[in-house]
T-cell receptor
Framework: GAGVSQSPSNKVTEKGKDVELRCDPI?????LYWYRQRLGQGLEFLIY????????KSGLPSDRFSAERTGESVSTLTIQRTQQEDSAVYLC?????????????FGPGTRLLVL | KQEVTQIPAALSVPEGENLVLNCSFT??????LQWFRQDPGKGLTSLLL?????REQTSGRLNASLDKSSGRSTLYIAASQPGDSATYLC???????????FGKGTRLHILP
């Protein structure tokens, strides 16, 4: 594909429900990142996948957040028992080899609203 | 703890003007610094990445400088165009294995 894609583009849910966000990275990119951007705030790193290595989960805000990645393809970010403070734009990015010298390519984001 | 600050939060300038966006970080020991552009509905686009050993990077009308000792980076945009209107984000990687830390961005509006 031409770039990183994310779905859904928008999601409205009720407090307490679970949501699943999807990210399709650029084909061939081994590194995948999830970020969150709350209204008026900067981007927050959530989790990083690199090949078959154990993911870096240091940014996950609570145990309600989890993410999976199948091989070097699709990733899903799951938020269980959503809270209003989870409302944010969730951004996914990928890079070719995960080198810190590389540029990350971002998807359009999923805008999550928890009522 | 590394913190990234961007000033101003918002900026409006007439088309054609040259402008400078500022980014400051509290810990001068960084691995690299990156400037992004954020357009609504399109996610982020990486503009320039500066390694800690570099002092500047250029791409087209954009020039980014890095002064680690003073904890500052600037993004210079020459001959601004309405299409440059977007939010510009500065991001720092403190160390090789550290996560990226973003500033809150500068919302730029170029007036036609």
């Amino acid at each position: 594909g031409a770039g990183v894609s994310q779905s859904p583009s928008n999601k409205v849910t009720e407090k307490g429900k679970d949501v699943e966000l999807r990210c399709d990275p650029i084909s061939g990119h081994t590194a995948l990142y999830w970020y969150r951007q709350r209204l008026g705030q900067g981007l927050e790193f959530l989790i990083y996948f690199q090949g078959n290595s154990a993911p870096d989960k240091s940014g996950l805000p609570s145990d309600r957040f989890s993410a999976e990645r199948t091989g070097e393809s699709v990733s899903t970010l799951t938020i269980q028992r959503t809270q209003q403070e989870d409302s944010a734009v969730y951004l996914c990015a990928s890079s070719l080899a995960g080198s810190l010298l590389e540029t990350q390519y971002f998807g359009p984001g999923t805008r999550l609203l928890v009522l | 703890k590394q913190e990234v600050t961007q000033i101003p939060a918002a900026l409006s300038v007439p088309e054609g003007e040259n402008l400078v966006l500022n980014c400051s970080f509290t810990d001068s020991a960084i691995y690299n610094l990156q400037w992004f552009r954020q357009d609504p509905g399109k996610g982020l686009t990486s503009l320039l990445l500066i390694q800690s050993s570099q002092r500047e990077q250029t791409s087209g009308r954009l020039n980014a400088s890095l002064d680690k000792s003073s904890g500052r980076s600037t993004l210079y945009i020459a001959a601004s165009q309405p299409g440059d209107s977007a939010t510009y984000l500065c991001a720092v990687r403190p160390g090789r294995d550290d996560k990226i830390i973003f500033g809150k961005g500068t919302r730029l509006h170029i007036l036609p």
